[in-house]
């Protein structure tokens, strides 16, 4: 079983739909957890940090569910320029830090 | 402007050349990354440096070495060995926080290596 899982997609919605991703992470001690979104042939940039409280940006929701070991991205109202790959990131600190990329999600918002 | 520089963008290599990639940060970040990107995938770390002159591997580190003489650049070696190594490089910096929820990794816009 991967450390990190998504569903590689590709999700491909019209402008203006809300989509939502879902990732899974095994480590139960894991501690951080960001998103990231990487356009194509680029590098990823975080797009927010993920807390317990769950917290929104605008448009992007994020939510943590430790029991269930999953974080979930929430875009609602989406834009052609939402079009991009959203990595799910976790953190922890056993035995060392180690920071684990998920593979991405594929997101295409079309006119 | 405060970031991470890695060069060249693209880079070719021939048959049993070593190759080195350049990155440089001015963020004052302890740790540095170095990661492999294939297409489609996920990535991949090679090494990682917390501190100056200490590094350690990450989970693909056969072909490839590194040093950390300064803060500042962290210079990636891709050698002969490396029987594949056309992929995407990315080059990234991070705090030290051992909160951990800031350590947040900043990265460079990635090095293209393809094999001639």
Wanted: net charge positive; aromatic share 12%.
């Amino acid at each position: 079983r991967k450390e990190v899982e998504q569903d590689p997609g590709p999700f491909n919605v019209p402008e203006g739909a809300t989509v939502a991703f879902n990732c899974t992470y095994s480590n139960s001690a894991s501690q951080s957890f960001f998103w990231y979104r990487q356009d194509c042939r680029k590098e990823p940039k975080l797009l927010m940090s993920v807390y317990s409280s769950g917290n929104e940006d605008g448009r992007f929701t994020a939510q943590l569910n430790r029991a269930s070991q999953y974080i979930s991205l929430l875009i609602r109202d989406s834009k052609l320029s939402d079009s991009a790959t959203y990595l799910c990131v976790v953190t922890g600190n056993t035995g060392g830090f180690k920071t684990i990329f998920g593979a991405g999600t594929r997101l295409f918002v079309k006119a | 402007d405060g970031g991470i520089t890695q060069s060249p963008k693209y880079l070719f290599r021939k048959e049993g050349q070593n190759v080195t990639l350049s990155c440089e940060q001015n963020l004052n970040h302890d740790a540095m990354y170095w990661y492999r990107q294939d297409p489609g995938q996920g990535l991949r770390l090679i090494y990682y440096s917390q501190i100056v002159n200490d590094f350690q591997k990450g989970d693909i580190a056969e072909g490839y070495s590194v040093s950390r003489e300064k803060k500042e650049s962290f210079p990636l070696t891709v050698t002969s060995a490396q029987k594949n190594p056309t992929a995407f490089y990315l080059c990234a910096s991070s705090d030290l926080e051992y909160s951990l929820a800031k350590n947040i990794q900043y990265f460079g816009a990635g090095t293209r290596l393809s094999v001639l």
